[in-house]
Each structure stands twice: as C-alpha cells, then as structure tokens.
Nanobody, 121 residues
Framework: QVQLVESGGGLVHTGGSLRLSCARSGRTFTYYNMGWFRQAPGKEREFVAAISWSSDSILFGDSMKGRFTISGDFAKNTVYLQMNNLKPEDTAVYYC??????????????WGQGTQVTVSS
C-alpha cells in the first residue's frame, strides 16, 4: 500500500510563496510518477503539475506555468511544489498523487489527504 503525506500549506498574502512537500511511503522499491492537483470549494479537482520518477518529464496546468515549479527527490520518495507569485484564486486544498501519468484525476492511483493553501488579497 502507498501512502502520501503532504505538508507546507498555510496562509500567505498575494504575491507570496509557499513550498509544498509530499512524502511517499510504502512500496518504496517501486518507482512512481508523482504530481499535484488542487480543489477549491465548489469546484472540481484541477491538475497542477506532475513529474516523472526519472524527473525527465514534467507537466503543468495552464494557469500554473511560470509561477509553479515541481521537483522530485525520488531517492527520498518526495516531491515538491514551489509556488511563487500566489494569487487569491490559488486558494484550494492541494493534493499529492502518484501511480500514473496525465492531467486527469483518473490517471492516478494514490492520493494524499491534502493540505490547505489560502492566499489572502
């Protein structure tokens, strides 16, 4: 069984930055692509970014390009999401995911519990 634990969320002002982390445990000898989605109240879960286990392929959601960076330390089974120039519309619960590849929630097998990011105006 794979477990994903997110950390690093919080409250930040517009224009600020946050770095989210996601640590994976379980089946640590198996390589998984990992990524992030987010879900704002009343909205569907939205793709943010994904990185392949070899770190040679990266996907980004359109509204995150240029502001967010994803990186991975797969020796530590950890993926990071650096978010810069945050906007109030980035407010959401951010979920870590693993075990697939793509921009749809159906592409992934495992999910974390989420971490709240709130951007105040």
């Amino acid at each position: 069984q794979v477990q994903l634990v997110e950390s690093g969320g919080g409250l930040v002002h517009t224009g600020g930055s946050l770095r989210l982390s996601c640590a994976r445990s379980g089946r640590t000898f198996t390589y998984y692509n990992m990524g992030w989605f987010r879900q704002a109240p009343g909205k569907e879960r939205e793709f943010v970014a994904a990185i392949s286990w070899s770190s040679d392929s990266i996907l980004f959601g359109d509204s995150m390009k240029g502001r967010f960076t994803i990186s991975g330390d797969f020796a530590k089974n950890t993926v990071y999401l650096q978010m810069n120039n945050l906007k109030p519309e980035d407010t959401a619960v951010y979920y870590c995911t693993a075990g697939g590849w793509g921009t749809s929630t159906f592409d992934y097998d495992y999910w974390g519990q989420g971490t709240q990011v709130t951007v105040s105006s």
